[in-house]
């Protein structure tokens, strides 16, 4: 099994361009897909309520970045959690989660778990993290909040090295920084501003009254201070038959 930071077993010979492979929906998987939208709740689903266009950096080699999709739903004022895609397309592919946490309940983390999250607050303030659509004045203040705030995020399926499926151990992903290899590569944002017409420099400009926090933990984007990043491996494991004691 590859590592998070090899390139998997190529996808057997003859399973086509079609990423993820496989047939088109059939007129009963449809129909079932129909009646269940009328009949289930679908609760946990229908609690994300924001879209959140940004962008991230393989924390095992950053020269790789993704324009990233998160639907957002939010548990409670510390804590949201996040469906990652890799566009907002009808058919767009499920690459990952992130957990999002206030600073609050960041520091009060253990001093290994910090390691693996990563800080928003440039993010936020350079215009990259946008919610596509939304007038920016009414999402101040929850920008404002976002600069405060920590996120782990877990890609399961790396489209853009051509996966056809989700393959390999999971990526630990980086938040864009100020500072190489962090900086998103300009033809990244241009496309992105394109396609929603919007300006990024244009928004840090009117984001630069937004106050930023007064310190960053720096155990977070441990990359900026030790220069290397995290990779899993997956290695074979003797199973557990016995449950320990309470």
């Known amino acids: 099994?590859?590592?998070?930071?090899?390139?998997?077993?190529?996808?057997?010979?003859?399973?086509?361009?079609?990423?993820?492979?496989?047939?088109?929906?059939?007129?009963?998987?449809?129909?079932?897909?129909?009646?269940?939208?009328?009949?289930?709740?679908?609760?946990?689903?229908?609690?994300?309520?924001?879209?959140?266009?940004?962008?991230?950096?393989?924390?095992?080699?950053?020269?790789?970045?993704?324009?990233?999709?998160?639907?957002?739903?939010?548990?409670?004022?510390?804590?949201?959690?996040?469906?990652?895609?890799?566009?907002?397309?009808?058919?767009?592919?499920?690459?990952?989660?992130e957990y999002i946490v206030s600073d609050r309940v960041f520091e009060n983390?253990?001093?290994?778990?910090?390691?693996?999250?990563?800080?928003?607050?440039?993010?936020?303030?350079?215009?990259?993290?946008?919610?596509?659509?939304?007038?920016e004045m009414l999402g101040k203040p929850e920008l404002e909040n976002m600069t405060r705030t920590y996120g782990k995020f877990w890609c399961t399926w790396q489209v853009?090295?051509?996966?056809?499926?989700?393959?390999?151990?999971?990526?630990?992903?980086?938040?864009?920084?100020s500072v190489s290899p962090g900086i998103v590569k300009p033809e990244l944002v241009a496309k992105r501003d394109d396609k929603y017409n919007i300006s990024t420099e244009a928004l840090r400009r009117s984001r630069v009254e937004i106050d930023e926090p007064e310190w960053i933990n720096p155990q977070a984007d441990y990359w900026k201070q030790h220069g290397k990043g995290f990779a899993i491996d997956i290695q074979p494991s003797e199973m557990k038959l016995r449950a320990p004691f309470p």
Request: a negative charge.
């Open 1 to 97: 099994m590859a590592s998070s930071d090899q390139t998997p077993s190529p996808m057997p010979a003859g399973s086509g361009q079609r990423i993820p492979p496989g047939q088109p929906m059939s007129m009963e998987q449809h129909m079932l897909d129909k009646g269940a939208q009328m009949t289930q709740s679908l609760k946990p689903v229908k609690q994300m309520n924001q879209h959140v266009c940004t962008f991230a950096l393989y924390g095992h080699d950053m020269t790789r970045q993704i324009e990233t999709h998160h639907y957002i739903n939010r548990l409670n004022q510390d804590f949201l959690q996040c469906a990652v895609y890799d566009s907002d397309d009808m058919s767009g592919h499920l690459i990952g989660v």
């Open 109 to 135: 983390l253990p001093l290994d778990e910090q390691k693996l999250w990563h800080s928003h607050a440039y993010e936020v303030k350079s215009g990259l993290w946008v919610n596509p659509r939304v007038p």
């Open 160 to 177: 853009d090295r051509g996966d056809a499926l989700p393959m390999g151990a999971p990526a630990l992903m980086m938040s864009p920084q």
